[in-house]
């Protein structure tokens, strides 16, 4: 495995835990400024950006869910995953961290705890990780998606999955975007949900779309990717 591509991924990590998690704390510090929208924005955005930027690198997967999803399915090698996911968690850690650092005493607002009962917050978390997946794969891993506008595509899904469970469940569809908050923070309220849930969620939704490709593509095996890359 490449160092530039574990690197990527941790900068990649970074500066979307970065940017997810500045938007509900600036909420917090300034009452509201960022709005429900805003807060989607931020995320939206960032992984855009990211997916432009070093999507060519790592394949920017940002989030282990999605790298346990792919490599069930056979769209990555299993012996990758433990440093993918180690850089993922290390880049949410560091990020929160600065974000900490700079906006001290109000890191709790960039936490993602349920406002909805226990079940209510897994359901929704399983929900909108399952729409991310679904899209990704379409995106990374066939041939017939147009895999140039890969990065507005999962941008924007991550963005209407905010403002559907955003007020609820914090809309987190990524394990490390609620694990790193909650080491800074030190609130581990509910975690579970957050690291279960995204990853079967991810699960689903990856061997749901790679059924609906098959029945096009009569049975092709499964293509070896990094999420975005070609």
Same mark, same amino acid.
Not at 77 to 86: D, F, N
Not at 102 to 114: A, L
Not at 199 to 205: K, Q
Not at 220 to 230: C, G, I
């Given at each position: 495995?490449?160092?530039?591509? =574990?690197?990527?991924?941790?900068?990649?990590?970074? &500066?979307? &835990?970065?940017?997810?998690?500045?938007?509900?704390?600036?909420?917090?510090?300034?009452?509201?400024?960022e709005?429900l929208?805003g807060?989607?924005a931020?995320?939206g955005?960032?992984?855009?950006?990211?997916?432009?930027?070093?999507?060519?690198?790592?394949?920017?997967h940002?989030?282990?869910?999605?790298?346990i999803?792919f490599?069930? =399915?056979?769209?990555?090698?299993?012996?990758?995953?433990?440093?993918? #996911?180690?850089?993922?968690?290390?880049?949410? &850690?560091?990020?929160s961290?600065? =974000?900490?650092g +700079?906006?001290?005493?109000?890191?709790?607002?960039?936490?993602? #705890?349920?406002s909805v009962?226990?079940?209510?917050?897994?359901?929704?978390?399983f929900?909108?990780?399952?729409?991310?997946?679904? +899209? +990704?794969?379409? +995106?990374?891993?066939?041939?017939?998606?147009?895999?140039?506008?890969a990065? &507005?595509?999962v941008?924007?899904?991550?963005m209407?999955?905010?403002?559907?469970?955003?007020?609820?469940?914090g809309?987190?569809?990524?394990?490390?975007?609620?694990?790193?908050?909650?080491?800074?923070?030190?609130?581990?309220?509910?975690?579970?949900?957050?690291?279960?849930?995204?990853?079967?969620?991810?699960?689903?939704?990856?061997?749901?779309?790679?059924? #609906?490709?098959?029945?096009?593509?009569?049975g092709?095996?499964?293509?070896?990717?990094?999420?975005?890359?070609?």
């Open positions: 495995m490449v160092l530039a591509q =574990l690197g990527a991924e941790f900068v990649g990590t970074f &500066i979307l &835990i970065f940017a997810a998690t500045a938007g509900p704390i600036v909420n917090q510090k300034y009452h509201g400024a709005t929208i807060n989607a931020c995320a955005l960032a992984v855009m950006i990211v997916i432009l930027s070093t999507g060519h690198i790592s394949g920017a940002l989030n282990p869910s999605l790298t999803a490599a069930a =399915l056979r769209h990555f090698p299993w012996v990758q995953v433990p440093a993918y #996911v180690a850089a993922q968690v290390s880049g949410s &850690i560091c990020a961290f600065a =974000l900490k +700079v906006f001290h005493p109000f890191m709790s607002g960039g936490t993602t #705890v349920p009962s226990t079940g209510q917050a897994f359901a929704l978390e929900l909108i990780t399952f729409n991310l997946l679904f +899209v +990704v794969t379409a +995106v990374a891993t066939d041939t017939r998606a147009v895999g140039e506008l990065g &507005i595509a941008g924007a899904t991550v209407l999955n905010i403002l559907v469970a955003g007020p609820s469940s809309g987190s569809m990524n394990p490390v975007r609620t694990l790193g908050p909650a080491v800074a923070a030190g609130n581990y309220k509910s975690i579970w949900i957050y690291l279960v849930a995204p990853t079967l969620g991810a699960i689903t939704g990856a061997a749901i779309y790679s059924a #609906v490709k098959l029945r096009g593509d009569e092709d095996p499964p293509r070896q990717v990094r999420s975005f890359r070609r």
